[in-house]
Structures are given as structure tokens and as C-alpha cells.
């Protein structure tokens, strides 16, 4: 038998000062305005998460299944408004970082979130959409941006 369990959590939070070149004194932002959604999830909510599934659900609850948590959706310019107004914005062509430069053009894509289907080519709705397994852990709180990076 083959089983397949998947956790989609989208960009860890703890990686958004690496995302968004904050060590520079700016938020620098490549491949569109910013303004498109994604998701974000700190890994200690991650690992929590999958802690808990495993120990309460049933394994055909858990047997073939695509779970999407996301502690919270934001724009690179939603993230660049948490630092405030003394951190300007820049935007770039690229960064000599590659995968920083996808990255940035995933997310400005609006293909960034735990709910969007790659092969459909569109955001999932009901049990399948965005952060929708955040129901299956009663009583957590998720944590934000602004709370994992003490904004």
C-alpha cells in the first residue's frame, strides 16, 4: 500500500527577514508590486501541528491526504507596513540570489498560498483551501508575523 501524507505550510515566518533583505535597511521586492497574497507559517506551529495529527487523528484520517495550514497570509507589502514607515521599499529587478528571485516572483504571482493548485492553475475552496486544516488542531493559536518577528 502506498500512502501519501502532505503538509503544506507555505514560507516559514522565521525566513521573512532572508526574503525580504531587511539586513539591507530596506524591503526589497522583485518580480511585481508586492501586493499579491501568500502564506506564512512559523515551524514551531509547523511541527506542533504534525505533533498533533498524528497523535489524534485516525490513520485513515491521515492516510492520503493533503493538509494546508498557514498561520498567516500577507503581501511582501502588508510585511514591509510591520516594520513601518522608516523601513522604505525598493524594488529590484533580481537579486543575485536565485531562489530568493523565485521566491519573490512566486508570491507576486499569487501563487504563494497553501491553496493553490498548481495543475488547476487556481486557489482551492472548502476542506481543500487555504489554512483549512488549521480546524483539525481545536484551540490553537496560530501564530503571526508580527509575533514570531517581535514587530
Request: charged residues 20%.
Amino acid at each position: 500500500m502506498n500512502c501519501t501524507e502532505v503538509i503544506q505550510t507555505g514560507g516559514f515566518i522565521s525566513y521573512i527577514p532572508y526574503l525580504t533583505s531587511i539586513d539591507s535597511g530596506k524591503i526589497r521586492i522583485s518580480g511585481g508590486k508586492g501586493d499579491a497574497k501568500a502564506s506564512f507559517t512559523d515551524p514551531t506551529d509547523i511541527a506542533g501541528f504534525t505533533a498533533y495529527i498524528v497523535t489524534h487523528l485516525s490513520p485513515s484520517e491521515l492516510s492520503n491526504k493533503i493538509f494546508r495550514i498557514e498561520g498567516e497570509r500577507a503581501s511582501l507589502l502588508d510585511i514591509a507596513g510591520y516594520y513601518g514607515p522608516k523601513v522604505p521599499v525598493e524594488y529590484v529587478n533580481e537579486f543575485e540570489d536565485e531562489f530568493k528571485t523565485f521566491l519573490h516572483q512566486l508570491v507576486n504571482s499569487g501563487k504563494g498560498t497553501t491553496g493553490y493548485d498548481f495543475a488547476s492553475g487556481k486557489e482551492l475552496t472548502g476542506s481543500d483551501a487555504t489554512g483549512a486544516s488549521n480546524v483539525l488542531w481545536p484551540g490553537h493559536h496560530w501564530k503571526g508575523i508580527k509575533e514570531v518577528l517581535g514587530l
